[in-house]
């Protein structure tokens, strides 16, 4: 895949990891947005806005399926039949193609090409204009925490619910990971100065944060610049990771054996990791605003 510089939408991790992984390992490049450097985007559904910004751009658009065929017969395979829309060459000019044919094929035609939808869009893209709350009272990290649970139970129904869902044992760790490199995501865009809201049309389950870092990230009216939302976004990131390896950790306690009066040693070791990050979720709920904007401000001090 020498000269094939591909962008992915609309795919959730694992899945969407093992397609960047399958194509890089046969030489292809990777790029997290749609630019003039990219050849190709691998898509899971048609008319989606980013469908439409690759067609408006005349890029070439292909179905996953390309990709897993590829690197299943370890060799560049025919892109014809996997084609969701035919623009620009799908390689950088300095690659031969196969034959003049087909160069001039890709080029010239404009049409869709059916491709069967493996999954069902479930996410909505946040209002332009529209913010939950102020400000000022924008992700405090009490807040926070009750998104990371509703978060995880959030991503392992949505997971449950897939044809091709993860194994029992591993799907608790496959939603921790996907809720991070979501964010991540949303991380990467605020620090290359782009809008959050295409990481809410690229993932199939977006967690809460992100959804909140869009909607403020797309206000008109809003007082938080992308810096400000960026900071944010990274002590966000060290509160989920936190608070989803407490998750985990408690999990496994109580598969492992049954809870004793006094606490057993795992409880004591996951409060002790989470007041070594500076906060415990029990008792964050219990104090003052102004204990919690504290704790906040040193946590974000700390982190930058």
């Not at 493996?118 to 996410?123: E, F, I, N, R």
């Not at 906060?279 to 704790?295: G, N, R, V």
């Given at each position: 895949?020498?000269?094939?510089?591909?962008?992915?939408?609309?795919?959730?991790?694992?899945?969407?990891?093992?397609?960047?992984?399958?194509?890089?390992?046969?030489?292809?490049?990777?790029?997290?947005?749609?630019?003039?450097?990219?050849?190709?985007?691998?898509?899971?559904?048609?008319?989606?806005?980013?469908?439409?910004?690759?067609?408006?751009?005349?890029?070439?658009?292909?179905?996953?399926?390309?990709?897993?065929?590829?690197?299943?017969?370890?060799?560049?395979?025919?892109?014809?039949?996997?084609?969701?829309?035919?623009?620009?060459?799908?390689?950088?000019?300095?690659?031969?193609?196969?034959?003049?044919?087909?160069?001039?094929?890709?080029?010239?035609?404009?049409?869709?090409?059916?491709?069967?939808?493996?999954?069902?869009?479930?996410?909505?893209?946040?209002?332009?204009?529209?913010?939950?709350?102020?400000?000022?009272?924008?992700?405090?990290?009490?807040?926070?925490?009750?998104?990371?649970?509703?978060?995880?139970?959030?991503?392992?129904?949505?997971?449950?619910?897939?044809?091709?869902?993860?194994?029992?044992?591993?799907?608790?760790?496959?939603?921790?990971?996907?809720?991070?490199?979501?964010?991540?995501?949303?991380?990467?865009?605020?620090?290359?100065?782009?809008?959050?809201?295409?990481?809410?049309?690229?993932?199939?389950?977006?967690?809460?944060?992100?959804?909140?870092?869009?909607?403020?990230?797309?206000?008109?009216?809003?007082?938080?610049?992308?810096?400000?939302?960026?900071?944010?976004?990274?002590?966000?990131?060290?509160?989920?990771?936190?608070?989803?390896?407490?998750?985990d950790s408690e999990c496994s306690s109580k598969n492992k054996k049954?809870?004793?009066?006094?606490?057993?040693?795992?409880?004591?070791?996951?409060?002790?990791?989470?007041?070594?990050?500076?906060?415990?979720?029990?008792?964050?709920?219990?104090?003052?605003?102004?204990?919690?904007?504290?704790?906040?401000?040193?946590?974000?001090?700390?982190?930058?």
């Open positions: 895949m020498e000269g094939v510089v591909f962008v992915l939408s609309g795919f959730v991790n694992p899945e969407r990891s093992t397609l960047r992984s399958q194509a890089l390992a046969m030489g292809a490049e990777y790029e997290p947005d749609w630019n003039s450097n990219c050849t190709l985007l691998v898509c899971a559904f048609q008319n989606t806005p980013k469908f439409r910004q690759v067609e408006a751009d005349c890029g070439t658009i292909v179905s996953k399926e390309w990709i897993l065929e590829c690197y299943a017969q370890k060799k560049l395979v025919d892109i014809d039949p996997y084609l969701m829309h035919a623009g620009k060459p799908w390689r950088r000019s300095s690659i031969p193609y196969e034959t003049s044919e087909e160069q001039q094929r890709l080029s010239s035609t404009k049409s869709y090409k059916q491709v069967k939808e493996t999954q069902s869009k479930t996410t909505s893209v946040p209002s332009k204009n529209k913010a939950s709350h102020s400000d000022k009272e924008s992700f405090s990290p009490s807040e926070v925490k009750k998104w990371v649970i509703d978060d995880f139970h959030g991503t392992i129904s949505w997971l449950e619910s897939q044809e091709e869902k993860p194994e029992p044992h591993e799907i608790k760790q496959i939603a921790g990971e996907g809720i991070l490199t979501c964010l991540q995501d949303a991380i990467d865009c605020l620090a290359q100065k782009q809008d959050v809201r295409q990481i809410t049309e690229e993932w199939s389950f977006v967690p809460r944060v992100v959804k909140e870092l869009a909607i403020f990230d797309g206000s008109e009216h809003g007082s938080l610049t992308k810096e400000d939302l960026l900071r944010k976004a990274k002590v966000c990131k060290q509160i989920y990771k936190d608070e989803l390896s407490w998750l049954p809870k004793t009066d006094g606490g057993g040693e795992g409880n004591k070791e996951g409060t002790k990791a989470r007041d070594t990050a500076g906060y415990d979720s029990d008792e964050t709920i219990e104090m003052t605003e102004e204990e919690i904007d504290l704790a906040y401000k040193n946590f974000a001090s700390e982190t930058l």
